[in-house]
């Protein structure tokens, strides 16, 4: 094997990765911010801010897919003598003496030092504010005095992210801003940049980047500060020692701050920045003629004006992770194992949940708002965390359904208004809304939350109770089914490359909205097929559960006849087949050419259990093994298309081993691993679930992975592909929702039940006792579990000293420990 450099590692008792070189395989970034104000910075302190949107509210600019590839960010630059320099190395580049990025839980540190002098940045965003806090630390290691000249640098984006990169024709005339060099009196100390193009007509809010200092000058016009001929690395301004003081009219607005610092030896000096977002009501927008109301800016500005202020906000932002990652925690001994479940994955989680698939460094923001189907399966790696938030988008999600069941696809995050560039027509959506409303009510015990009253597509007077939404999605499947009474797919399943009635020979078409052939189609879907199954069987027991016996029995026919027609229908001798196309041909079968077999209907028709007795659970598992499987991961399909299908759509778009054709798409390896759990394979479920784990893949292969070895990513190339091995589409992928749901509920097997949490762990035979500390709305669990080398198949539970019947330890408050024998 090819030596892998390595360029960082873990630190689990800080809850970070430390970065130790800047010049990673790709930029390694982190997500500041848990609710409204995010920002999203690289370990060489790139990237951008935005309120809620990052389509509609973007606040600093972003240059995507730039050269070089990560450009553009909150920079600081230190003029010390002839040498200028930046913390995070970029985007002098100048080489440091010493660098450390470290990424923590909603916060970042970088570390730079030159010369004697060390300067450390801490980016986060407090809770419940929004501003970005960059709390700079100079310090002065050398022997002399130092004479600095520091400037600090954002470039502003003009609001919508989308018509900020194309309409330039009106963008270079609109830009306006504000500079308060002194603080007016009344107000904290320091100088404030404003940003407040379009503000002078519909908009009723503004930024600023502040500083709790005197400054010795400013800048507001980016090519006055950079020189038209210049680049980031080498601003007029800095190269020279000397700020421009320059008020932007039109063109593109920065600001920049330039403050003289002198530090004796060994002195130090903390600065406070301030990257913030503020609304005004619309009747108190000025406060003169032109001029903003800059009264909640100073007010906020108070709030964090000195460095015990700063610290105690990020004391409040730690103790709140503390909080969030009290509520699950396991101690196995595998340090692997546990820092990903107590840590990075619940971590992701959290982002997955905030985001969505909006803003990374793959997903640009303006193209995709909240996923319907995608924001389902984040909150059930969310729910744990914190549960209003997951209720509140369950009810933010389902007032984008329609009547019949179907749903917009997806939504904006600022209006939660449905988006109509994309539609709907993705036939597995409604059964998502049971999947996250299901693991909300288990989690919390809060039936309630199925009498709110919720709308379809935001229409006033279109209101019904949740449980309503839930019973149309599932007839939305049942109203929808083909000739072999499978679930037709519409425009795609979860796979939304599987294009089954689109037919596209136009390259200017999106695949995901062009004009779908619906008249006539047979093209069915197994995935569908077994998301039915699973979820309908949880449908049928929430009923029984709220004493809807009718519905209960009602569906349960359904789900029954589901299994009856995969059975019939969707058994291809060792697995089951994919869907049927337009035309009622086979796809995912022996009987084709390429794509034999694909990993999806695998993963859910096992977790439905179909067809368990006969033996094809255990057969469709075997196949995944011999089939899929390969050094990085289960592939999605194999063999993988080698040319465009017509009738395939997207999928066979893709380059053989990348993406949904054939590249390892983390996110439904899960299904089959959580598959093998239910089917008590132990062994196998834990060597496909380490091959994924991020832990075990940044031991190995930090240069080959690429990106950020901290957290999964969407997509591995797969073992057809040029570079096997290789991650792409990092941090914002369903992969981390399910990756928690598999080891929390299924490998370690803590599950929420209604009642109680159901202990039924599935764990390879040299698993040793573990225990895991879990919060469960007003109880708190100390459980012991000694498998004894078993694989499955939980022998006696005491709870409190107390043999417990069954598997379901029955919750109620205050502490309890819980000793599982297998
Ligand atoms: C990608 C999918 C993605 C879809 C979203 C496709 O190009 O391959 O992974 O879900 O776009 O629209
Ligand atoms: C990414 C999308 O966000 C998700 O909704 C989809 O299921 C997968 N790609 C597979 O196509």
């Known amino acids: 094997m090819e030596q892998q450099k390595r360029y960082g590692h873990f630190d689990d008792q800080h809850r970070e990765y430390v970065i130790t070189d800047p010049q990673t395989p790709w930029p390694w970034i982190n997500y500041l911010g848990n609710e409204d104000f995010f920002s999203l910075i690289s370990n060489t302190a790139g990237g951008y801010s935005f309120y809620k949107d990052a389509k509609f509210r973007r606040i600093t600019r972003y240059r995507y897919n730039n050269v070089p590839m990560d450009n553009g960010g909150r920079y600081f630059y230190i003029k010390d003598g002839d040498t200028v320099w930046n913390p995070g190395w970029k985007p002098c580049k100048t080489p440091l003496d010493f660098y450390e990025c470290r990424h923590g839980m909603s916060y970042t540190r970088i570390t730079g030092r030159k010369n004697g002098v060390e300067a450390s940045v801490l980016f986060f965003v407090p809770l419940k504010k929004w501003c970005e806090v960059q709390k700079l630390t100079l310090t002065n290691h050398s022997s002399d005095t130092k004479q600095l000249k520091l400037f600090s640098f954002e470039e502003w984006c003009l609001w919508n992210a989308a018509t900020d990169m194309e309409n330039f024709q009106r963008n270079f005339s609109t830009g306006e801003v504000e500079i308060e060099t002194t603080a007016p009196a009344g107000s904290p100390a320091g100088a404030t940049i404003y940003h407040k193009t379009e503000y002078r007509e519909r908009r009723n809010h503004y930024a600023f980047y502040h500083v709790n200092t005197e400054i010795q000058g400013f800048d507001t016009d980016r090519e006055t500060f950079v020189g038209l001929y210049n680049e980031f690395a080498n601003p007029d301004a800095v190269m020279e020692g000397k700020p421009r003081n320059s008020h932007a009219h039109g063109w593109s607005p920065i600001a920049s701050h330039y403050i003289e610092v002198t530090l004796k030896p060994g002195e130090s000096k903390d600065f406070t920045f301030l990257l913030g977002y503020i609304e005004n009501e619309q009747d108190k927008k000025f406060s003169a003629p032109q001029v903003i109301n800059k009264d909640k800016a100073h007010a906020l500005i108070a709030e964090l004006d000195t460095t015990a202020k700063v610290d105690k906000a990020f004391a409040e932002l730690c103790e709140y992770w503390d909080a969030l990652l009290n509520i699950y925690k396991v101690r196995t001994g595998n340090d692997k194992l546990d820092r990903m479940v107590n840590i990075w994955n619940q971590y992701q989680c959290m982002v997955t949940f905030n985001f969505s698939r909006s803003a990374s460094f793959f997903e640009s923001g303006v193209g995709r708002g909240m996923g319907f189907r995608d924001s389902n399966q984040d909150l059930v790696g969310f729910v744990h965390q914190i549960p209003p938030r997951a209720r509140q988008r369950i009810i933010d999600i389902a007032s984008t359904q329609f009547p019949d069941g179907g749903c917009y696809h997806q939504y904006q995050p600022l209006t939660k208004r449905g988006n109509n560039d994309i539609g709907g027509g993705f036939n597995d959506d409604p059964c998502w809304l049971i999947f996250g409303t299901v693991a909300y009510i288990k989690e919390t015990g809060d039936f309630s939350i199925l009498d709110e009253m919720v709308p379809f597509d935001n229409q006033p007077g279109s209101e019904v109770t949740l449980f309503e939404h839930l019973k149309v999605s599932m007839d939305h499947v049942i109203k929808n089914l083909g000739p072999h009474m499978l679930p037709l797919i519409g425009r795609a399943d979860w796979n939304d490359c599987l294009n089954l009635n689109c037919f596209s020979w136009d390259p200017n078409e999106s695949f995901q909205t062009t004009e779908n052939v619906s008249e006539g189609t047979k093209a069915e879907s197994l995935m569908i097929a077994g998301l039915f199954v699973v979820t309908g069987k949880d449908y049928v027991a929430l009923c029984k559960k709220i004493g809807k016996n009718e519905e209960a029995a009602r569906m349960q026919q359904a789900v029954d006849a589901m299994i009856d027609a995969v059975k019939k229908h969707g058994w291809d001798g060792e697995w089951y087949l994919r869907a049927y196309d337009f035309y009622g041909n086979k796809i995912g079968s022996n009987e084709c050419d390429e794509a ?189 579990i000694h498998p004894n080398g078993q694989q499955k198949g939980v022998k006696q539970i005491v709870l409190d000293g107390s043999p417990v019947e069954g598997t379901v330890i029955p919750y109620s408050a205050g502490k309890h420990t819980v000793e599982v024998t297998m």
């Open 596 to 784: 034999k077999i694909f990993i999806e209907s695998q993963g859910w028709c096992t977790m439905a259990e179909i067809g368990a007795e006969d033996g094809m659970v255990a057969k469709s598992l075997d196949s995944c093994k011999k089939y899929l499987e390969c050094e990085h991961g289960m592939v999605l399909n194999n063999p993988a298309f080698t040319k465009y299908i017509y009738e395939y759509g997207e999928i066979s778009s893709y380059p053989e081993g990348y993406k949904e054709n054939a590249g390892i798409f983390c996110h439904n390896n899960p299904w089959v691993i959580i598959g093998e759990c239910i089917a008590g394979r132990g062994n196998d479920a834990w060597s496909h679930y380490a091959k994924i784990l991020p832990s075990y893949v940044e031991e190995k292969y930090q240069t080959l992975h690429k990106v950020e070895p901290y957290v999964n990513c969407q997509m591995v190339a797969g073992k057809d592909a040029f570079k096997p091995g290789e991650g792409k589409n990092s941090w914002l992928t369903g992969t981390a929702a399910w990756m928690w749901y598999t080891v929390s509920e299924f490998i370690l097997g803590i599950k929420p039940d209604y009642d109680g949490i159901r202990i039924d762990p599935c764990l390879p035979e040299t698993a040793t006792d573990y225990t895991v500390q879990r919060k469960f709305r007003d109880a708190e669990y100390e459980i012991s």
